[in-house]
């Protein structure tokens, strides 16, 4: 009887940190499993050892930022049957997608030497923003809890089941007192999707959006609620202009004010 082959996982890493990836390795005991229950055949900050495409179940972490990697994620998607982003980067361009409201070249000849030998792009996207993705898995950097439920979902020919509702339904639900509204912090908790198991608001911080825009986010309601907490528009400008600086609400409402 012919032996079943095991799915192919690959991970390749674009413009990033890497802290996505090393969110898979730090499943620990998890990552056992999922090792059983696939091939993982290219995953260079695992492993040096190398097979060749097409792929079952391809993530990518990172943004597109120069030409090459502009060229290389053509690449990636014809030898993957599902392809999925990992992290802000991946999806939303990313921290470095700060770029995109400045002229990258003054950026360039401030920080070279010899800005000649530099070729970037003047602007850092989102994967999608280049070639069809088939799910995008948020956060800076991704719960690891919500990467095995993609894989596991994946395996299985489901949809993964990934929370859209906003950080504040999080906070709700673990008895945490809102931060804005006791103490007159600000927060992105209402317009942010949830997912990092309410790290900020725990620790007596306001949500900085780490995990991207929710499904259907207020941005314009909430921009009013932190002016009226004394924010100017420099101010609340910069707080949606972070790690999901290029998602479209985040980068629609950044562009109001300022």
Do not use: W
């Not at 990518?60 to 990636?76: C, F, K, L, N, W």
């Not at 999080?170 to 309410?198: D, F, H, I, R, S």
Request: proline share 5%.
């Amino acid at each position: 009887m012919a032996v079943r082959r095991k799915p192919r996982l690959a991970v390749f890493k674009f413009s990033s940190c890497d802290g996505c990836q090393l969110s898979l390795l730090d499943c620990e005991l998890e990552l056992l499993a999922v090792a059983d229950a696939v091939e993982i055949a290219y995953f260079l900050e695992a492993t040096r050892r190398e097979v060749k495409g097409p792929y079952d179940l391809t993530l990518v972490e990172g943004s597109i930022t120069t030409p090459h990697d502009a060229q290389r994620i053509r690449e990636v998607r014809r030898i993957s049957k599902t392809l999925v982003t990992i992290g802000a980067c991946a999806t939303a361009g990313g921290i470095q997608a700060l770029r995109n409201f400045v002229d990258v070249e003054d950026f360039i000849r401030a920080v070279y030497a010899r800005p000649e030998f530099i070729s970037t792009l003047a602007t850092s996207t989102a994967i999608a923003a280049h070639v069809p993705v088939d799910f995008e898995l948020r956060g800076c950097p991704i719960n690891k809890a919500q990467l095995l439920e993609l894989v596991n979902a994946t395996l299985n020919g489901r949809k993964p089941i990934v929370p859209r509702h906003s950080q504040c339904v999080e906070c709700k639900q673990k008895g945490t007192v809102c931060v804005m509204v006791a103490e007159g912090k600000a927060c992105l908790g209402p317009v942010t999707q949830a997912g990092c198991g309410n790290l900020c608001p725990t620790c007596d911080r306001g949500c900085y959006g780490c995990f991207g825009p929710m499904e259907t986010p207020q941005t314009a309601a909430l921009a009013r609620q932190l002016t009226e907490l004394g924010l100017d528009g420099r101010d609340i400008k910069r707080l949606f202009q972070t790690y999901n600086a290029d998602a479209e609400a985040f980068r629609k409402e950044s562009e109001l004010h300022g």
